[in-house]
């Protein structure tokens, strides 16, 4: 209940603040602004002072003096006019979101509660999706509390953790105010989520002249997937396929769905055969908002951002006190998500090109961003530079996941985009003819990001350049659905003309629409009810700063669950975040196989216990000679945890 409240309090304050400078914007959007604020404000103050003192529970009350300072300086400095009121204006906009914002966001909390450790007999599940990145996250979350920033990956410890953390610390924040784990990752999962279509319902709104323009640039964004679905019909009367070769043509009739609904990743968006089928466009709910905490948490600030930017760029006015926020939340973003600051760097710098180009005044825009780059720059320096120097980031690329590895394209160019994205791009190609500077001004900003993630991999994963892909998405699936629009009135008079709209939409949305479905049935166990017995073990009775050696698999209870440092993680996470961890577990193999021989591996690396589960049974461990070398302190179920002596 403290947790609830203490999130209530950083709410509320953001409602205030948007309240006291923003007073001519209409009340929902003030409200989601407001909204969106107070979870900035949540994960930025408690570990800002986390830098200096432990985060824990006195630093989380005195960062609610300097929440305090900062309402009284917006309401010192607010603009002294009347607040909007609630207008017919906002009566619709409710009712809209009512029916878009609203179903989605119950859509994302039932995947949030069943995929982020459902109990099930004593076990943990997850979905399709979380199953791969989600440990990570639970390993941040339980690991920061009582530490001081900057702290060490406790899956890599001596590292400093480089990652963008602050989605992660939000979590650890409940966790410290003394929520459980799994209500502290699904609370503001959830909520997060619904500040994110809701977002992208008021941004449609804003910069689109009709109501239904920005319904369907809406669906564009979060039902994308592409033409894959003729892949897994085409054919449907023959077997064409088999497990693990493709198997998106497996079975014949209903046993083609059932492969996608039940498959591992043998949905039509998102397909695991890389090299067969090249279907690389995820579907945005299932594969990037829900699974990605950093992705959800950079887009709840990154929306707000291009909504304040685009606003001020099409009412050509420039309020200073909404130029401030917009910086203030921009220089925020690299520690939240490092990519969506990118995109948005790379689409002002395309909007300030056609500013100036159009001749138009740019000097708040400037402002917007020297703010902006002053905050960023302390962030990028001592976190993001410093892990991204290493092997794999930065390089040349051309064409994305379709050139793997720089051997060239796997698809012709267009047509890789074609079937990826489907339709939408057909569309979208033929809407860069038009001659219309509302939509040069959205290109302007959107195909900065494109050429740039055309051309350059930021990161070791080339997959990743996704992250910055969608936000170009996201600004030309504006231009996409006023443009549907624009075609849809130009066949009036045509008999089939319903006919055509609603084949054009099953085409458009059925891929995206079978990748959310797959991930509302899948369900899988993630830590057994071992797992979650020697993790409460551990979280109990071990001290807080305890270390432990353990296997390197990505479902490992000790760090996810009970928050403790072990001595290396999976390469899964850390070869993408450019670590180089041969070494360790080098270490690691020959200190399971031989304890004897390698009994100075656990004070090299300062390890006060010693894991014996499964995974490290796999490794060839010697049983026998752990029990002869170290204090037995726990066994249970097949897991035994043995105590380093001291000195």
């Known amino acids: 209940m403290t ?41 930025w103050l408690p570990a800002l002072l986390a830098f200096f ?42 009712r809209l979101l009512a029916f878009t914002a609203l179903p989605m966001t119950l859509l994302g909390v039932y995947l949030q509660l069943s995929h982020v450790l459902k109990p099930v007999d004593g076990a943990l599940y997850t979905g399709q999706s979380t199953y791969g990145d989600l440990p990570l996250h639970l390993a941040i979350i339980t690991s920061l509390p009582q530490k001081v920033f900057p702290a060490d990956y406790s899956i890599m410890p001596g590292l400093r953790l480089g990652y963008p953390f602050l989605a992660d610390s939000l979590s650890s924040t409940f966790l410290v105010l003394g929520m459980d784990l799994r209500s502290a990752v699904v609370l503001p999962g959830s909520l997060m989520m619904g500040l994110v279509f809701t977002g992208v319902m008021l941004l449609a709104l804003r910069v689109l002249k009709s109501r239904r323009s920005a319904v369907l640039a809406f669906l564009l964004v979060f039902f994308n997937g592409g033409l894959g679905f003729l892949y897994a019909f085409d054919m449907m009367g023959l077997p064409l396929g088999s497990t693990g070769h493709m198997q998106l043509q497996q079975g014949q009739w209903l046993d083609r769905l059932n492969n996608i609904l039940q498959g591992w990743y043998q949905t039509p968006a998102n397909h695991a055969e890389f090299a067969r089928y090249n279907l690389r466009w995820s579907n945005l709910v299932a594969d990037m908002l829900l699974p990605q905490r950093t992705f959800l948490a950079g887009w709840v600030i990154l929306i707000p951002c ?174 996409v659905a006023d443009y549907v629009f624009i075609l849809y009135d130009r066949l009036k008079g045509l008999s089939a003309r319903p006919l055509i709209a609603a084949f054009t939409a099953l085409v458009m949305f059925l891929t995206g629409t079978l990748a959310i479905a797959r991930e509302t049935i899948g369900s899988f166990p993630m830590f057994s009810a071992e797992d979650a017995a020697v ?49 360790r577990q080098i270490d690691l193999m020959a200190f399971y196989q031989d304890p004897r021989q390698n009994r100075g591996i656990p004070q090299k690396y300062g390890a006060d216990y010693i894991l014996l589960g499964p995974s490290e049974r796999s490794m060839g461990a010697d049983q026998q000679a752990l029990e002869e070398l170290y204090d037995l302190v726990y066994q249970e179920d097949g897991y035994l945890v043995f105590q380093v002596p001291q000195g």
Not at 22 to 35: D, E, I, N, T, W
Not at 54 to 82: M, N, Q, S, W, Y
């Open 306 to 479: 291009l909504y304040l930017l685009l606003d001020m760029l099409r009412s050509k006015a420039w309020p200073l006190r909404q130029t401030l926020l917009l910086g203030v939340l921009a220089g925020g973003l690299p520690l939240i998500h490092t990519h969506s600051f990118l995109a948005l760097g790379l689409s002002s710098a395309g909007f300030l090109a056609y500013s100036l180009l159009k001749k138009q005044p740019v000097k708040h825009l400037l402002l917007y961003g020297v703010l902006a780059v002053i905050l960023a720059l302390p962030q990028l320096i001592v976190f993001t530079f410093s892990q991204s120097s290493g092997e794999g980031f930065l390089r040349f690329q051309f064409n994305w996941v379709n050139n793997p590895g720089g051997r060239g394209l796997q698809d012709g160019y267009l047509w890789f985009y074609l079937k990826n994205i489907g339709l939408p791009f057909l569309l979208l190609i033929f809407a860069l003819f038009e001659k219309r500077e509302e939509y040069r001004q959205i290109f302007a900003g959107a195909f900065v990001i494109f050429v740039i993630s055309e051309f350059i991999i930021f990161q070791p994963n080339e997959y990743d350049n996704n992250k910055l892909f969608y936000v170009w998405w996201l600004l030309c699936s504006l231009v």
């Open 3 to 43: 947790a609830v409240f203490y999130l209530l309090i950083y709410l509320a304050a953001g409602l205030m603040i948007t309240r006291c400078l923003l007073p001519g914007k209409a009340l929902v959007v003030r409200v989601y602004l407001g909204l969106s604020l107070g979870f900035f404000l949540l994960m």
């Open 53 to 94: 003192l432990p985060f824990d529970v006195p630093g989380h009350l005195l960062a609610l003096l300097l929440l305090a300072v900062l309402c009284a300086l917006a309401f010192v400095f607010r603009e002294k006019v009347t607040p909007l009121a609630f207008s017919h204006e906002d009566r619709k906009t409710l």
């Open 535 to 583: 993790a409460r073990f551990v979280r109990e009775e071990t001290p807080r700063d305890s270390r432990f050696i353990t296997g390197t698999q990505h479902t490992n209870p000790v760090s996810s669950l009970a928050g403790r440092e072990i001595v290396v993680g999976p390469d899964l996470w850390l070869y993408y975040h450019g670590l180089d961890t041969r070494a």
